[in-house]
């Protein structure tokens, strides 16, 4: 019984991830499964990573106190809440076989993954005619950036399937692993465009590495995707249009380049750093950086474009999009050490496609401020749970070859 609730509560939370219903928020799938992992766990603590967990739920609440938006700050801890008390009970307890439980559940992940994706491309098809990143009539249900996080994620772990698989069963992954990297040239989030490419080369290069007997399928198949994929990306108008506009951003930082100015990243990124350097240890108090960051783009006289419409960044509230320049900014040289901390945990702890995953988490968190974001920190909170059920500690070579 007890594994029982562990497994349907693990799917469901994976599936209620991608379908993000908002009558069914993922965080209750997620709190179902933490509860039956409380359930079916045994008492065997990692005690140093429990401890990092533990030590950035801690200091993202002592921010608080000299943060002037306390308010604000109280919000920021219950959103990251669900991220870091998932890596402390997934380090004091562990739940019996859990790494072949993870693989179980992430493939659920992925293949919800795909289902939602493929919904959300019909209905856009049926209501608009097109499938544009501009146009998703879903699209705003967890945002472009999320949305193709998502894909990329899904991707990487039923990629792990098609090499061993029957034929018929890896003809169907590979099938459904392109249709989700296709979503993601659609959603034509930028540093999605610019990091897949490398993420699916180097994964395919470790493949080679270490399957010499996958050699001949690694680079005709790997070979053939890259090219499709490229070529959609050149072609299609959605995806080359954002290239052409990230190729002008890069010409030009501070002014007009074909109509176009630079991307308002650069901006936040330029004034966080600001406010990083007047409050280099302690940062300006959890919940208090936006609103420093505001301030700071009173001052910014960059005039933007919405098609044709100037607009200028001081009329909207944003945040840092940069997860790294967050954490430093609000909770000074400490928090941004035990955030990296974790995501070394990660990178370290994982491996095959589970550990790619964890780099296009670390590459999105450049521009995107994951634990801002409901989406993020439900994503992160996931990835770590199926990170550290599969905490064995040997592991066999085949093993690290393919994502837990």
């Known amino acids: 019984m007890q594994q029982n609730l562990f497994r349907y509560t693990g799917y469901g939370a994976a599936i209620l991830l991608p379908l993000a219903l908002v009558w069914l928020s993922p965080i209750y799938g997620l709190i179902a499964w933490a509860l039956a992992i409380g359930v079916y766990g045994r008492w065997q603590p990692k005690v140093l990573p429990a401890l990092l967990f533990a030590a950035f739920i801690d200091w993202e609440i002592i921010s608080v106190f000299w943060s002037s938006d306390r308010s604000s700050g109280w919000g920021d801890v219950v959103m990251i809440l669900p991220f870091g008390l998932m890596g402390v009970l997934a380090h004091l307890l562990q739940v019996p076989d859990g790494r072949n439980w993870a693989r179980k559940i992430a493939s659920g992940f992925a293949w919800a993954t795909a289902a939602a994706w493929t919904l959300t491309f019909l209905y856009s098809l049926i209501t608009i005619g097109w499938a544009n990143y501009n146009d998703f009539a879903l ?233 801002e974001k409901q989406a993020g920190v439900f994503f992160l909170t996931f990835i770590v749970a199926l990170t550290a059920l599969s905490r064995e500690e040997s592991a066999s070579l085949s093993d690290k070859n393919e994502a837990p």
């Open 139 to 371: 699209g705003e249900r967890l945002g472009i950036h999320f949305q193709s996080l998502y894909l990329v994620a899904a991707a990487l772990i039923l990629e792990r399937s098609i090499w061993k698989s029957t034929k018929i069963k890896a003809w169907l992954t590979g099938a459904a692993v392109l249709w989700l990297l296709l979503g993601v040239v659609f959603l034509s989030a930028r540093i999605h465009l610019i990091a897949v490419p490398l993420l699916i080369v180097a994964r395919l290069g470790e493949l080679y590495l270490h399957n010499p007997a996958w050699r001949r399928k690694i680079l005709q198949y790997g070979g053939i995707s890259v090219v499709l994929l490229g070529l959609l990306v050149a072609i299609l108008p959605g995806p080359s249009r954002r290239l052409t506009d990230l190729k002008n951003e890069l010409r030009s930082v501070e002014t007009v380049v074909d109509g176009k100015q630079t991307n308002h990243r650069v901006y936040l990124w330029k004034y966080g750093l600001e406010i990083i350097s007047e409050h280099p240890w302690a940062g300006v108090g959890n919940g208090f950086g936006e609103e420093a960051l505001h301030q700071k783009l009173l001052t910014c006289d960059a005039t933007f474009y919405n098609k044709k419409t100037p607009y200028y960044l001081h009329e909207f509230r944003y945040d840092f999009h940069n997860i790294w320049i967050q954490a430093w900014a609000e909770g000074g040289i400490l928090a941004t050490l035990l955030l990296l901390s974790i995501f070394l945990w990660g990178l370290i702890r994982s491996w095959g496609s589970m550990k790619y995953i964890w780099i296009a988490l670390l590459v999105s968190g450049m521009t995107e401020s994951l634990l």
